[in-house]
């Protein structure tokens, strides 16, 4: 029988000893030298990846995404320029996928009542974004996409007439998003994508317009404010566009101007020459003109209604393409316009807001 004390220490050392060794297998023991981990595998290298499968089966590749710009201070800058910053345009982009309209309810409400021509909009475009936008959302949407500019938000409430704010609202949002906007009383015959021929490349274009009027008699001016006048019940644009961003300066300064003044619409002060169709066409035979944009020491003089009056086809001016009376405006019977199943006839206009007082139509109703 062993001592006592030789027992203690016997005992003490097989513990320590078995204590050392167990720490010595343990997976958890801490290593003085830690090896780095090992490195990954380089991965293989692959072709520029595209998020459209169809695209990439077309050899299309994504743009390199586009360094940010820096933060500017807007409060020196035109309101025009104020416009270029917070929506540049690239002619090179794609027309977005949207279709706009706008009325006092929506097709959820049992009350909305242009089903059919809201649904032929859907229809012939599956796979766009199709909204109608009313009254009380419109301000919400405006004030999202223009906070940065207040005088934009300032012009539109400031506007007294519904109908004013109908045409505000359809540049505003094109020149925010881009896409189709189309009154609410429109049925689109055709896809947005026969509009134009295939042999205009969609890189080279980004505004998409129709003539509303083209009345070749010596008493015009009785029935139209212009000459040759341009359709603006429909418009197709990508965002940003210069005719966009001009109209939206001019309404806007000619708006708050007139708040001043206190008066909005008179006779000479028209709903057509203040927002409507009148100051539409003017804008866009001033780019069309403006040696900003085109070079007009090539040119062989203005551009003017000559250069549209009687027009079958399309034409192509710059990045804009026009298209006959008949695209927008079939079936009216005069002005050259052709019936509604016409190769060119893209959009029906019901011309339902033409009979409606003022004060009963809401934004997007028709004039």
Aim: charged residues 25%; hydrophobic residues 35%.
């Amino acid at each position: 029988m062993l001592p006592f004390r030789r027992a203690i220490i016997f005992a003490v050392f097989f513990i320590t000893a078995f204590i050392l060794l167990r720490r010595a297998h343990s997976s958890d023991a801490p290593n003085p030298i830690r090896r780095p981990p090992p490195k990954a595998a380089a991965p293989e290298q692959h072709a520029p990846s595209t998020s459209n499968p169809a695209q990439a089966a077309m050899g299309y590749r994504d743009k390199p995404a586009p360094a940010q710009k820096a933060i500017q201070d807007m409060s020196e800058m035109s309101l025009y320029d104020k416009l270029a910053y917070q929506y540049p345009y690239d002619v090179e982009s794609k027309f977005p996928a949207y279709i706009w309209q706008t009325w006092r309810n929506t097709p959820a409400d049992e009350r909305f009542e242009f089903r059919n021509q809201e649904g032929s909009w859907t229809y012939h475009h599956p796979g766009f974004v199709h909204e109608v936008i009313t009254d009380q959302v419109a301000v919400h949407v405006l004030r999202l996409f223009y906070a940065p500019i207040p005088e934009i938000l300032e012009a539109y409430n400031a506007l007294p007439e519904p109908v004013l704010k109908a045409d505000f609202f359809r540049y505003l949002i094109l020149l925010a998003r881009g896409g189709i906007y189309s009154d609410i009383d429109t049925y689109a015959l055709k896809s947005a994508l026969e509009w134009v021929p295939d042999t205009v490349p969609q890189k080279s274009i980004g505004l998409i317009i129709g003539i509303e009027a083209d009345p070749d008699r010596p008493d015009w001016k009785d029935w139209y404010s212009r000459r040759i006048q341009f359709c603006q019940w429909t418009i197709q644009a990508k965002p940003g566009h210069p005719v966009l961003r001009d109209i939206v300066s001019r309404i806007t300064t000619e708006t708050l101007k007139r708040k001043k003044e206190g008066t909005f619409v008179t006779k000479e002060k028209s709903i057509v020459e203040f927002t409507g169709p009148a100051i539409w066409t003017d804008t866009i035979f001033d780019y069309f003109n403006d040696p900003r944009y085109f070079n007009m020491k090539g040119s062989t003089g203005e551009i003017t209604y000559k250069n549209f009056t009687g027009m079958q086809t399309s034409k192509k001016v710059g990045d804009v393409v026009v298209l006959p009376i008949t695209s927008f405006s079939p079936g009216v019977q005069q002005m050259g316009a052709k019936d509604y199943d016409d190769p060119m006839a893209f959009v029906k206009h019901d011309f339902e807001g033409s009979w409606k007082p003022e004060s009963e139509r809401h934004i997007g109703g028709a004039k």
